[in-house]
């Protein structure tokens, strides 16, 4: 049985929470307003897709394609993105609350997060690569064995990273950001 394929179509305010999104593959498509809380995308295929005001708390996403993904102002409590199919995985997040989320193990080289409240997201081990965090709060985040080669943090706030335990090379940070870099020194930075 051949799965469904939507191309260039809108979805504006609907709430999958009642009748979960038709399994398939999803080309350009656009999602504004769409409650997806606690659905699961299982084996659903997302490229070059946005979505925008759209609540994704809780959603499940077993081997779920995000390729070319934007999140605009979106709400994406607790999401475990590591579960995804990480084949050509690639988003962006602006404006988005992702909070408790988790990005285990995934490649994000060169993936944006901008204004984006991030308390206890799960960093361990993930690929973050010239990424660029602009203006975002990374509250209890954690760092371990993370690759933060040349990303940009200059803009982030209330991180807490370990420099001897994750590969911070040539990786940029704003002097109001040393302290997350020494805490575990327990210097004093006047």
Same mark, same amino acid.
């Not at 656009?30 to 897709?49: I, K, L, Q, R």
């Not at 779920?64 to 994406?76: E, G, I, P, W």
């Not at 660029?132 to 985040?141: E, H, I, N, Q, W």
């Given at each position: 049985?051949?799965?469904?394929?939507?191309?260039?179509?809108?979805? *504006?305010?609907?709430?999958?929470?009642?009748?979960?999104?038709? @399994?398939?593959?999803?080309? =350009?498509?656009?999602?504004?307003?769409?409650?997806?809380?606690?659905?699961?995308?299982?084996?659903?295929?997302?490229?070059?897709?946005?979505?925008?005001?759209?609540?994704?708390?809780?959603?499940?996403?077993?081997?779920?394609? *995000?390729?070319?993904?934007?999140?605009?102002?979106?709400?994406?409590?607790?999401?475990?993105?590591?579960?995804?199919? =990480?084949?050509?995985?690639?988003?962006?997040?602006?404006?988005?609350?992702?909070?408790?989320?988790?990005?285990? @193990?995934?490649?994000? @080289?060169?993936?944006?997060?901008?204004?984006?409240?991030?308390?206890?997201?799960?960093?361990?081990?993930?690929?973050?690569?010239?990424?660029?965090?602009?203006?975002?709060?990374?509250?209890?985040?954690?760092?371990?064995?993370?690759?933060?080669?040349?990303?940009?943090?200059?803009?982030?706030?209330?991180?807490?990273?370990?420099?001897?335990?994750?590969?911070?090379? @040539?990786?940029?940070?704003? *002097? =109001?950001?040393?302290?997350?870099?020494?805490?575990?020194?327990?210097?004093?930075?006047?």
């Amino acid at each position: 049985m051949s799965q469904a394929f939507f191309d260039d179509k809108t979805f *504006l305010k609907a709430d999958f929470t009642a009748q979960p999104l038709e @399994k398939g593959t999803y080309e =350009n498509c656009t999602f504004t307003d769409c409650n997806f809380s606690g659905s699961t995308f299982a084996g659903v295929s997302f490229a070059e897709c946005v979505f925008t005001g759209c609540d994704l708390s809780m959603v499940k996403l077993p081997q779920t394609a *995000l390729r070319d993904v934007q999140f605009k102002n979106c709400k994406l409590l607790g999401v475990h993105f590591h579960t995804c199919n =990480n084949f050509l995985f690639t988003v962006t997040f602006e404006n988005c609350m992702l909070n408790l989320a988790s990005f285990y @193990k995934l490649g994000m @080289k060169k993936t944006r997060f901008t204004n984006c409240i991030m308390h206890e997201v799960d960093f361990t081990e993930t690929d973050l690569s010239a990424a660029v965090f602009s203006d975002c709060d990374l509250a209890g985040a954690v760092f371990d064995q993370t690759i933060l080669e040349k990303a940009d943090l200059s803009g982030a706030s209330n991180f807490t990273i370990d420099p001897e335990t994750n590969r911070i090379r @040539k990786a940029r940070f704003a *002097l =109001n950001g040393l302290p997350g870099l020494l805490l575990k020194y327990q210097v004093e930075i006047i």
